[in-house]
């Protein structure tokens, strides 16, 4: 590496430590071990980032876990928001809701039934159908992502149970 380059890393490093910038690391839940039923590709994405950003460990079965991360529903939706003078479809929105519980095997609950929801705004041309298709698959796939860190981040922030 060349002195440049060296003293150019160098400041890069010195400004994101001035900014108050650090790595995310590894996120502390409140259980050691999880149970997230599912095969969908929210719940696969999920699982992925548990595994990678957390030391809870996930299990295979729901007997084994302390804590069941259950997800009661996911919808994709597209509202139309405005039309053009002449009635067609000049900007719509993207909506992803998803619907989780995070409860113990007694029942009861860390998360009582909650659900989050995400929307994103898009323009519509009919001369562009197949870019705006792309694009929306596109927003969807980000919003899927964005769905999966805010989880995690009620999960971190979940109490354990009270006995009732």
């Not at 060296?6 to 430590?17: E, K």
């Not at 909506?95 to 609950?109: E, I, S, T, W």
């Not at 159908?129 to 919003?143: G, I, N, Q």
Request: charged share 25%; aromatic share 8%.
């Amino acid at each position: 590496m060349s002195w440049s380059r060296a003293l150019a890393a160098a400041a890069l490093c010195a400004a994101l430590a001035g900014c108050g910038f650090q790595l995310r690391g590894q996120a502390t839940l409140p259980f050691d071990t999880l149970y997230v039923p599912g095969a969908s590709p929210l719940v696969v994405e999920l699982k992925r980032n548990l595994v990678a950003g957390t030391r809870s460990r996930l299990t295979t079965s729901e007997r084994d876990a302390q804590a069941v991360l259950s997800i009661s529903h996911e919808v994709r939706e597209k509202v139309i928001l405005s039309y053009t003078t002449a009635g067609l479809v000049r900007e719509f929105q993207l909506r992803y809701r998803v619907g989780f519980r995070l409860y113990d095997l007694k029942g009861r609950n860390y998360i009582p039934p909650n659900e989050i929801q995400l929307t994103r705004d898009v323009s519509f041309n009919e001369g562009q159908v197949l870019a705006k298709e792309s694009e929306e698959a596109l927003l969807y796939t980000d919003m899927q992502s964005d769905m999966v860190q805010q989880i995690i981040r009620r999960l971190v922030a979940a109490r354990v149970p009270t006995a009732e």
